[in-house]
T-cell receptor, first 112, second 114 residues
Framework: SQKIEQNSEALNIQEGKTATLTCNYTNYSPAYLQWYRQDPGRGPVFLLLIRENEKEKRKERLKVTFDTTLKQSLFHITASQPADSATYLCAPQSGGYQKVTFGTGTKLQVIP | DAGVIQSPRHEVTEMGQEVTLRCKPISGHDYLFWYRQTMMRGLELLIYFNNNVPIDDSGMPEDRFSAKMPNASFSTLKIQPSEPRDSAVYFC????????????FGPGTRLLVL
């Protein structure tokens, strides 16, 4: 069955460092992959989408890579700030754009 | 725009009672999604609509769950009868045809069934 794996352990990093979150998937070939941010008590917020023919995508301090051979996406936040502390969800998609399947998320804590 | 609006924000009920969750999507959006989020299972898609028509309800856990979208600005998710295992946060999200993959989530309804 299709499976999305994100590190369930919280990631703690020092302010100013680069945070790297991992998303691995098995048993399907996504046409694209999304990353969302979720703060406590709130709904997820869309951050970035990367397509299978794109190796890397950037938005301000965010960078996403997509390796279809390794079946993995990496999500980087450079010059991290305490305000970046949140849970980050990945969502690889193989079907139509409409149906989104989310990983369980990785909680990031940026320590001042 | 006010974003996706959900009500109530919190609901506490007793097992066996009927629960109705409400959602108002962003104006102009023609896709509406209902999700459930728990610690154990994460965020799961229950059902989604396009132009008020249910397209995929394969995620609805059982017959106790039902969803309707009588018009473009309103949807309900009903649980009857409710059970303790239904306790979760229920999110509604919407998107539009020009950018379907980007979903805008509401604040969620936190449901506790005692």
């Amino acid at each position: 069955s299709q499976k999305i794996e994100q590190n369930s352990e919280a990631l703690n990093i020092q302010e100013g460092k680069t945070a790297t979150l991992t998303c691995n998937y098995t048993n399907y070939s996504p046409a694209y992959l999304q990353w969302y941010r979720q703060d406590p008590g709130r709904g997820p917020v869309f951050l970035l989408l990367i397509r299978e023919n794109e190796k890397e995508k950037r938005k301000e301090r965010l960078k996403v890579t997509f390796d279809t051979t390794l079946k993995q996406s990496l999500f980087h936040i450079t010059a991290s700030q305490p305000a970046d502390s949140a849970t980050y969800l990945c969502a690889p998609q193989s079907g139509g754009y409409q149906k989104v399947t989310f990983g369980t998320g990785t909680k990031l804590q940026v320590i001042p | 725009d006010a974003g996706v609006i959900q009500s109530p924000r919190h609901e506490v009920t007793e097992m066996g009672q009927e629960v109705t969750l409400r959602c108002k999507p962003i104006s102009g959006h023609d896709y509406l999604f209902w999700y459930r989020q728990t610690m154990m299972r994460g965020l799961e898609l229950l059902i989604y609509f396009n132009n008020n028509v249910p397209i995929d309800d394969s995620g609805m856990p059982e017959d106790r769950f039902s969803a309707k979208m009588p018009n473009a600005s309103f949807s309900t998710l009903k649980i009857q009868p409710s059970e303790p295992r239904d306790s979760a946060v229920y999110f509604c999200a919407s998107s539009y045809q020009g950018q379907v993959e980007t979903q805008y989530f509401g604040p969620g309804t936190r449901l506790l069934v005692l």
